[in-house]
């Protein structure tokens, strides 16, 4: 069974730059395609950033200009560097991989932004 680690979240200032990180072992991550979503609360859980297996990004209008996703297949690891972070950024951010008909999801960490 293939289980996405995703180390605990936390708290962050507004303006700050954490990175979480997600961790996928188990399989041949440079053919996946991975990304994160977020869900705030009472809010559907929606793409934050997204990148295919060519490195190809897709970003959020919302986050655009602040957040990149950046993979590292030797680690099978996928990052999602953050910065100039709003309160509005406070959500549970999940990671995903993706190949062909196969999906995996991680436990979600929770980001909460506020001074």
């Known amino acids: 069974q293939v289980q996405l680690v995703e180390p605990g979240g936390g708290s962050a200032q507004p303006g700050g730059s954490p990175r979480p990180f997600c961790a996928v072992p188990g399989i041949t991550f440079s053919t996946y395609a991975t990304g994160w979503r977020r869900q705030a609360p009472e809010k559907q859980r929606g793409l934050v950033a997204a990148i295919t297996r060519a490195s190809n990004t897709n970003y959020a209008d919302s986050v655009k200009g602040r957040f990149t996703i950046p993979r590292d297949n030797t680690k099978n690891t996928v990052y999602l560097q953050m910065r100039s972070l709003k309160p509005e950024d406070t959500a549970v951010y999940y990671c995903?991989?993706?190949?062909?008909?196969?999906?995996?999801w991680g436990q979600g960490t929770q980001v909460t932004v506020s001074s």
């Open positions: 995903n991989a993706n190949f062909m008909t196969l999906g995996y």
